[in-house]
């Protein structure tokens, strides 16, 4: 399984990291720290599952769900 981890807060990434690696060690994890990496990284990644935090500078969390959403392959 595939998980992009998107949050502004690297401690919360890591935190999701290691809970996620708990429960599936052989995930593959993949993270970044705004929308924009996010749509980047979902592109080439092709991810699963995308864990968004809400609340990021920049492009927020609701915005890239949208844009990804909007893609051939949401």
Do not use: F
């Not at 998107?6 to 929308?35: C, F, I, K």
């Not at 990644?45 to 990804?68: S, V």
């Amino acid at each position: 399984m595939k998980i992009l981890i998107v949050d502004d807060e690297q401690l919360a990434r890591e935190r999701l990291r290691r809970h996620l690696t708990e429960l599936d060690a052989a995930a593959q994890l993949y993270e970044a720290e705004n929308g924009l990496i996010a749509l980047q990284l979902s592109e080439k990644h092709k991810p699963d599952i995308i864990l968004l935090d809400i609340r990021m500078p920049g492009m927020d969390g609701i915005e890239a769900a949208n844009q990804l959403s909007q893609q051939t392959t949401p």
